[in-house]
């Protein structure tokens, strides 16, 4: 399924698995009860793209304040999956008045006072180096600096360099405790609460990657969607090949605003079995160096989707398609193989540090749990709390909580300086904080009328941090 182009859409193995021991009905049954669940978690469809907008508004307003980088949200928080402490932040700075373009680009067409580098993408698939094609009259210190003779005549921008470079120039806030890098990213932490990863990037023009992209034959996404991701922002990062010897020259191509594009283009079902899959990761297989990411996750959904009609994915067949994607998750780490959906010459696999011990051990693991049918969700703490808390009372203070945290957030944006210090003293953000508390009273008073004990009270607020 995950190798690209239609396919069978019902894996007959995968049926025969899933219903030798249950009832279609039964599987049915507790596939629909499964995706209510997620609903009351705050994994619907309404709360999803309520958030995914706030996230864009956030963006606007940092954007309209900032002249020589854009802010880009990405990964879970863009997608809508995920409230506001839930999970990192993670942000795309992009560096304006840069632009890095394939060969065959007019630079006639790209302004003068942009800085243009040529991609050479004669590297490991899914990466390039940067060669200077034409310098701007005025460029930052990051990119002069990270410049370097190749040695045949060409300069090249070396992304390990450019990564030192913003390191260094990065503005420091007291507050804020900086973390060691993790590949592009600049790990940052507020009071052990807010938890931020910002990657530097540059823009880039790759058409042909995209057309070649949207010429595949699919059942999805639509036309008018397959148009609005070719027409988005293409980015490089600061990050080679991991086993490539030139490594800290190279730089990796993303289409970041693309697959957020594409993620909330999935249905509701779709949307909730990758957010089910990313819980089966963190809290059953806890790699503990990145080697299987919510990234591959993502991927795996994606050519799910691609590969099969909409119309077969619905609340009854959620688990259907859950143990299809832990199949392919398997198959993935059992072969080192899965093909990033963007860009299928590359593989996510490669290099991910997995070694013999850990990838046996998961697909065991793995196994079992497609042995277990729909019991597996059982295994899931989250899910598993939630199946005893009180449906209502949960759902009504997610919606609630949530809109308090973006809201606060938001005005958080609106009420910093030039600095970035925070004025406290303002009305409607200590009004926002003041309805915060007011939810929580409020939820305390509903549950107890309708006869639960203080001790559940605390349950659900623990289950919904």
């Known amino acids: 399924m995950a190798h690209g182009g239609i396919g069978c859409?019902?894996?007959?193995?995968?049926?025969?698995?899933?219903?030798s021991r249950h009832s279609r009905n039964y599987v049915e049954s507790v596939s629909v009860e499964i995706s209510s669940i997620m609903t009351r978690l705050g994994y619907g469809e309404e709360i999803?793209?309520?958030?995914?907008e706030k996230y864009r508004e956030i963006d606007r307003l940092w954007n309209a304040r900032l002249r020589d980088e854009t802010v880009i949200t990405a990964g879970s928080k863009a997608e809508g999956l995920t409230c506001a402490h839930e999970s990192d932040l993670d942000v795309l700075s992009v560096l304006n008045g840069v632009l890095c373009v394939e060969a065959g680009i007019n630079l006639y067409t790209i302004p003068e006072?942009?800085?243009?580098?040529?991609?050479?993408?004669?590297v490991y698939p899914g990466h390039c180096r940067l060669l200077q094609e034409r310098p701007a009259n005025v460029r930052?210190?990051?990119?002069t600096n990270a410049l370097s003779d190749d040695g045949y005549g060409d300069v090249l921008l070396c992304s390990s360099l450019f990564l030192d470079e913003c390191s260094a120039a990065a503005y420091k806030l007291p507050s804020v405790s900086y973390h060691e890098r993790a590949g592009p990213s600049m790990p940052m932490s507020c009071y052990d609460i807010?938890?931020?990863?910002?990657?530097a990037a540059l823009r880039c023009l790759y058409p042909s990657i995209l057309q070649k992209w949207s010429a595949r034959p699919r059942y999805w996404p639509p036309p008018i969607i397959v148009k609005k991701v070719v027409s988005l922002e293409a980015y490089v990062t600061p990050v080679g090949f991991r086993q490539s010897e030139y490594k800290h020259i190279e730089w990796r191509i993303c289409f970041n605003t693309g697959e957020v594009e594409l993620v909330n283009n999935l249905n509701d079902t779709q949307t909730k079995i990758y957010v089910i899959l990313k819980m089966i990761v963190k809290d059953i297989m806890k790699p503990k160096n990145k080697e299987i990411t919510s990234y591959l996750v993502k991927n795996i959904i994606l050519w799910q989707a691609e590969n099969t009609p909409?119309?077969?994915?619905?609340?009854?067949?959620?688990?259907?398609?859950l143990h299809d994607g832990l199949r392919e998750l398997r198959t993935a780490i059992e072969t080192k193989q899965l093909r990033y959906y963007m860009i299928p010459d590359r593989n996510l696999m490669a290099a991910c540090g997995l070694g013999d011990a850990q990838q046996h051990k998961w697909v065991a693991d793995i196994t079992e749990m497609l042995g277990e049918g729909p019991r597996v969700i059982l295994r899931l703490p989250k899910i598993r709390k939630a199946?005893?808390?009180?449906?209502?009372?949960?759902?009504?203070?997610?919606?609630?909580?949530?809109?308090?945290d973006l809201l606060g957030m938001?005005?958080?944006?609106?009420?910093?300086?030039?600095?970035?210090?925070?004025?406290?003293s303002d009305c409607i953000l200590n009004a926002i904080r003041i309805r915060s508390k007011e939810i929580y009273i409020e939820l305390a008073q509903r549950m107890l009328q309708e006869g639960s004990s203080v001790m559940s009270f605390c349950y659900l607020l623990n289950l919904l941090k």
């Not at 005893?388 to 009504?396: R, T």
């Open 310 to 321: 909409q119309t077969e994915f619905h609340e009854r067949s959620l688990l259907h398609w």
């Open 410 to 424: 938001n005005r958080r944006t609106q009420c910093m300086d030039q600095n970035w210090v925070l004025d406290d």
């Open 140 to 143: 930052y210190g990051a990119i």
């Open 194 to 199: 807010f938890h931020k990863d910002r990657v």
């Open 9 to 19: 859409t019902e894996s007959e193995t995968g049926y025969n698995s899933l219903y």
């Open 48 to 52: 999803r793209r309520w958030r995914a």
């Open 387 to 404: 199946i005893v808390a009180s449906p209502e009372p949960m759902l009504w203070f997610s919606k609630k909580r949530m809109a308090a």
């Open 113 to 122: 006072n942009i800085d243009v580098f040529k991609m050479d993408t004669c």
